[in-house]
Nanobody
Framework: QVQLVESGGGLVQAGDSLRLSCAAA????????MGWVRQDPGKERDIVAA????????YYADSVKGRFTISRDNAKNTAYLQVNSLEAEDTAVYYC?????????????????WGQGTQVTVSS
């Protein structure tokens, strides 16, 4: 199975940008469809973005379209989430998730693997 480790979160001001990374170990990332989800305390995980194995297909939640960009570098076994124009409402723990399915997955519960998360806090 694959192990995922997220990094890149932090405390930023509204309008700032971050680049979240998800490093995979144990298996080749190219065999997984990937997604980024976020979770506020006491709430369910919500899908933010998803990307197919070969990066041909991507998906974005309406709330982040035009501000977030998901990408992956299978040669580096790493997925990324570029987050721009951050808003206070983007504050959450961000998780990358993986599944052996094809295409992309828009339901966070359908992923099989996930990391420990990275905290993003946006102050207004």
């Amino acid at each position: 199975q694959v192990q995922l480790v997220e990094s890149g979160g932090g405390l930023v001001q509204a309008g700032d940008s971050l680049r979240l990374s998800c490093a995979a170990a144990g298996r080749s990332l190219s065999t997984y469809t990937m997604g980024w989800v976020r979770q506020d305390p006491g709430k369910e995980r919500d899908i933010v973005a998803a990307i197919s194995r070969s990066s041909v297909s991507t998906y974005y939640a309406d709330s982040v379209k035009g501000r977030f960009t998901i990408s992956r570098d299978n040669a580096k076994n790493t997925a990324y989430l570029q987050v721009n124009s951050l808003e206070a409402e983007d504050t959450a723990v961000y998780y990358c998730e993986a599944s052996g399915s094809y295409g992309y997955i828009t339901n966070s519960e359908d992923y099989r693997y996930w990391g420990q998360g990275t905290q993003v806090t946006v102050s207004s």
